[in-house]
DNA sequence: AATGTTTTGTGACATGTATCACAATGTGTA
DNA sequence: TACACATTGTGATACATGTCACAAAACATT
């Protein structure tokens, strides 16, 4: 675990902006001094925790490079409800809540946060209209995404979830047929709610089936169109 | 299903600013002004769909009065995401996304809704501070909640969401131990994820231990500390 | 290389709950 | 009042998947 702290000059700044790819707002001359002077950059290594349930906060978090798994205690177990692809921001509604965070972020693979003052960041969206549009678009995607997650989670059976993640991992996250798992067998029950053996036995099936090939962590996908018949079949 | 459409005057149209009732937004004249002329408000009686998922919307739905479902297509059946008591603000993320309703909303008492123009809302937005930092409020709480709820509902088994609908009802929506229950068996069922026979089960189960007192959809919670126990256990 | 620790594979078994079936009861409507 | 239709109660059965147990493999550390 190493911590890697800096301050961003200018030129990495600009970085901050690029939060929604499709619709990147504009900053203008005083927002980007604001920001240089107000925020910080952290390197994270695979495996460390960026946010802890629980914790105190008073920084916003801007995931500016890597991937992190958004988790919290469950009644039974820990739960992963979320893998979060930069750039995006991390923890907003402890940042809007009461400072006290719900949930804990740990990041998968090394990781990039910039971390902005929360007032800075306050006075940001008092100015510019164009930014508090964004975050509340995200916000809204956000919640379409749990509202979908939550009735997939619960009505698909094992198999279906897990061909979910696979055609997640493949599609949204490594935009790759072939990829290395980056979470355990146990994570990834606690992502799809199932048991550490149930994946296992799936992937054996899935592999057996020749649907995917498996070879230690690494996944390769060799017939995309069957899992998303088994993702598709409750 | 009746329809009462009618335009607001002035009188009414301060009850869209305790959308939140703990940090009401206060709204200056101007914004008085054109609210009132840019919004109507529309009755639905129990049962009505408020909003159908697939169609097209533009306006802005502030529910002004009552209580709706939130639900949407799973893969093998309708589902219920949550249960929504005015004062509340419906289908933001659709206001704010591709304008297509992602997901319906019915009423489950008699409801009153109020429509705004969504060119209206955004000006509102755009000139007033507070309120923008109201609605991202109120998009951070729902995506805490909605975090909570699935790590919940997937852990828990039957009785334990049971129990925890019936605490949420007596304490968030009715506020009292004694209340018809606003919803039938199988919705139940399609809200926390198990069959209608299963509810009705853990009905007279819970009835024959003396926790509650069921008498057809009156519902009266007798030991709210063992409801809780079970509520947490798994 | 040797050793301890974490992760993975797989069998046997227990169990919560879905599903089917059908009766009973409640509710709205002509 | 009567009839159709939706809701509820309850038994019998099937099955997906959790749990336990233990071996094999992978990985890290000295």
Redesign the interface.
Known sequence: MYHNVYFCGMENVCKICPFSSKTATPLNECDFEQLSENHVVVKFAKGDAIIKQGTYSTNVAFLRMGLVK?H?K????E?I?RLVKAPAYLG??T???DKIN??SVTSVTNAEVCYIDITTFRDL??NN?LF??E???D??????E???????????QAR?NLADVLLELSDRIFESEKFMLPLSQSELGNLI?TSRESISRMLSEFNGDGIIRVNGKEIEILNKKSLIVIS???
Chains 1, 2 share one sequence.
């Open positions: 958004i919290l469950g009644p039974s177990h739960q409800v907003l509604p940042t809007f809540g719900q949930y969206l008092k209209d508090s549009y975050i509340i678009l916000l809204c995607r956000n919640e379409l749990s509202f979908h997650r939550c009735s997939n989670r619960t009505q698909k279906g709610d598709q079949n409750g």
